[in-house]
């Protein structure tokens, strides 16, 4: 995977802050090789090694307390990370426009967070167009967006271009200083390519002084996933 700067810099603060010293210097060096090189092992592989590296960057950014939320929530893996990672003084919101993704977060939830573990949680089945309302300006940490459909549902139902750029604008302000939004854009279905390069377009344009934008593909795989980041710079 080829990471842009400043992007180095950022993951290697993801692995020397860490989570609680979780990454040793060794261990991160290892993990560094074989997670974020240009890789030649199959495409389950590379997702996951996404995962890896998506998550080692929301580790660096959340901590205790914070809110967090899971735009797209689908079956439920990235909003129990969250809740992980906010733990029980935390505000988790979790959206989905399908009440069966909606449903599966919620019992994922529900079977691996004890009541010692679980933040506030508030299910929305709804499009992420329509989060905003549910939090206040400059108080979110993390959002996170998994575009397209829902991994084995209807791939007519899916994010698209029009409604996930409404979503970031509405869903901006609502970041705080340091905060970060992290988008996973997938381009093997239709409208996939058009959806993604909206986003760019549009990121492109936020302010450099107020807004740190960087973007992450694979650059050996046509139809490989890829990731945009957009922090927002502390005064």
């Known amino acids: ?15 020397r802050r860490g ?10 060096a290892i993990r560094y090789r074989r997670c974020y090189c240009v890789s030649s092992q199959p ?12 998550r080692a960057v929301w580790s660096s950014y959340v901590q205790p307390g914070d809110t967090c939320i899971d735009a797209t929530c689908g079956k439920g893996r990235d909003s129990l990370q969250m809740a992980k990672l906010i733990g029980p003084q935390g505000f988790l919101l979790a959206c989905d426009i ?3 993704a ?46 397209g459909y ?25 970041l705080c200083c340091s905060g970060i939004i992290s988008l996973v854009c997938y381009v093997g279905h239709s409208g996939g390519f058009e959806e993604r390069n909206e986003i760019l377009k549009y990121v492109a344009t936020l302010p450099k002084n107020l807004w740190c934008v960087t973007f992450h593909e694979w650059i050996n795989r046509s139809l490989a996933p890829s990731i945009v980041l957009i922090e927002k710079q502390p005064h």
């Not at 995977?1 to 692995?15: A, D, E, R, V």
């Not at 989570?19 to 991160?28: E, G, I, P, S, V």
């Not at 495409?43 to 998506?54: A, G, T």
């Open 98 to 100: 399908q009440s069966c």
């Open 102 to 147: 909606v449903e599966q977060t919620e019992a994922l939830l529900r079977s691996e967070l004890d009541a010692s573990q679980c933040p506030q949680i508030k299910m929305v089945c709804a499009s992420h167009e329509l989060l905003s309302e549910y939090v206040k300006d400059n108080s979110v940490r993390l959002i996170s967006y998994n575009l």
């Open 1 to 15: 995977m080829f990471i842009k700067p400043p992007s180095w810099i950022l993951l290697l603060q993801c692995f």
């Open 19 to 28: 989570n609680n010293n979780k990454w040793n210097k060794n261990t991160a």
């Open 150 to 174: 829902l991994p084995n549902g209807d791939r007519n139902i899916r994010t698209t271009a029009q409604t996930t750029r409404n979503s970031l604008e509405r869903l901006l302000p609502k």
């Open 43 to 54: 495409n389950n592989l590379s997702l996951r090694q996404q995962r890896d590296f998506l």
